[in-house]
């Protein structure tokens, strides 16, 4: 990346280069081969040359030449490569020591986005919402959060369902809004059991259901981990006062019905660069706070 702003550059996580030229193993080709293999589009030996270049293993020590091939790399999907420059990206939102410099951060996200990355479609939604590397644009929020929906992605299945409960950026639309809370809360994704407890509770998008809205809180609030875990366990309780003791029992049976199901499973999760963030950020919303 020619002219990469000074600015930019002093936010490499190097800690993180360092752990990551420890923990691979000895390259195990020259420099030269390694950069035959990226200039052909290798995203691993893209990752590597960056390393490399970071760290001044075999070259000279050049930042600027590490990220170029870094951004490379993530847009040819290396997931190490977007790691480090999420990670980077981070600290333009929670380092004050760091200028901010969203042009220069945006580049590779636009990139990582455009060749199909899900995390990055995600994110430069978010960024279309706040209006940050970017004019705000609601639809064009909708537009990336729907690329990596329709991937499977689980984080953007609920900020799409968002868009649609709020009308913003799409027409209001409570049955779409349900659609992708459902898609996503049935990969086990916390935030969006809690949003279909929600719209249970309240008959929109679906028929209201105290039982479902009761069973959902639930296994939002089954995990612990996550950090409006709190909120999850109010909105269970008092989605519990609805139900008659029958109705209670009916709910358990459903949950352990589902714990079984997905006995094992491997629950979506937002990588811990990605999480930080949005919580940089600030809240973008739910879709509406318990009654």
Same mark, same amino acid.
């Given at each position: 990346?020619?002219?990469?702003?000074?600015?930019?550059?002093?936010?490499?996580?190097?800690?993180?280069?360092?752990? +990551?030229?420890?923990?691979?193993?000895?390259?195990?080709?020259?420099?030269? +081969?390694? +950069?035959?293999? %990226?200039?052909?589009? &290798?995203?691993?030996?893209?990752?590597?040359?960056?390393?490399?270049?970071?760290?001044?293993?075999?070259?000279?020590?050049?930042?600027?030449?590490?990220?170029?091939?870094?951004?490379?790399?993530?847009?040819?999907?290396?997931?190490?490569?977007?790691?480090?420059?999420?990670? *980077?990206?981070?600290?333009?939102?929670?380092?004050?020591?760091?200028?901010? &410099?969203?042009?220069?951060? *945006?580049?590779?996200? $636009?990139?990582?986005?455009?060749?199909?990355?899900?995390?990055?479609?995600?994110?430069?939604?978010? *960024?279309?919402?706040?209006?940050?590397? $970017?004019?705000?644009?609601?639809?064009?929020?909708?537009?990336?959060?729907?690329?990596?929906?329709?991937?499977?992605?689980?984080? %953007?299945?609920?900020?799409?369902?968002?868009?649609?409960?709020?009308?913003?950026?799409?027409?209001?639309?409570?049955?779409?809004?349900?659609?992708?809370?459902?898609?996503?809360?049935?990969?086990?994704?916390?935030?969006?059991?809690?949003?279909?407890? $929600?719209?249970?509770?309240?008959?929109?998008? $679906?028929?209201? &259901?105290?039982?479902?809205?009761?069973?959902?809180?639930? *296994?939002?609030?089954?995990?612990?981990?996550?950090?409006?875990?709190?909120?999850?366990?109010?909105?269970? &309780?008092?989605?519990?006062?609805?139900? +008659?003791?029958?109705?209670?029992?009916?709910?358990?049976?459903?949950?352990?019905?589902?714990?079984?199901?997905?006995?094992?499973?491997?629950?979506?999760?937002?990588?811990?660069?990605?999480?930080?963030?949005?919580?940089?950020?600030?809240?973008?919303?739910?879709?509406?706070?318990?009654?």
């Amino acid at each position: 990346m020619n002219g990469t702003s000074p600015r930019f550059l002093r936010i490499i996580p190097l800690g993180i280069v360092l752990l +990551t030229v420890l923990a691979r193993p000895a390259f195990s080709e020259d420099i030269k +081969t390694l +950069t035959e293999k %990226a200039k052909v589009g &290798d995203p691993e030996a893209q990752f590597t040359l960056g390393v490399s270049y970071a760290a001044g293993h075999g070259v000279p020590k050049d930042l600027s030449e590490a990220v170029k091939w870094w951004v490379m790399a993530a847009a040819h999907g290396s997931t190490e490569a977007q790691d480090i420059l999420e990670t *980077m990206y981070v600290r333009q939102f929670k380092d004050p020591g760091v200028p901010r &410099d969203y042009s220069e951060a *945006m580049k590779w996200l $636009v990139k990582a986005a455009e060749q199909g990355s899900p995390g990055a479609q995600d994110l430069l939604g978010w *960024m279309y919402c706040k209006g940050q590397g $970017v004019p705000e644009d609601y639809a064009e929020a909708a537009k990336w959060f729907r690329k990596a929906a329709e991937q499977g992605y689980a984080a %953007a299945q609920r900020d799409l369902a968002i868009l649609y409960f709020r009308g913003e950026g799409v027409p209001q639309d409570f049955a779409e809004a349900a659609k992708w809370t459902r898609k996503a809360a049935e990969q086990g994704y916390a935030p969006a059991q809690r949003d279909l407890g $929600v719209l249970y509770a309240e008959g929109k998008g $679906v028929s209201q &259901d105290n039982v479902q809205s009761y069973f959902w809180y639930s *296994m939002a609030a089954s995990r612990p981990e996550e950090k409006e875990h709190r909120l999850y366990l109010i909105g269970k &309780d008092r989605a519990a006062k609805k139900l +008659t003791p029958e109705q209670l029992e009916k709910t358990q049976d459903m949950i352990r019905e589902w714990e079984e199901k997905h006995r094992g499973s491997e629950y979506p999760h937002l990588s811990s660069a990605h999480v930080r963030i949005k919580k940089g950020l600030g809240r973008f919303g739910q879709v509406t706070s318990p009654q």
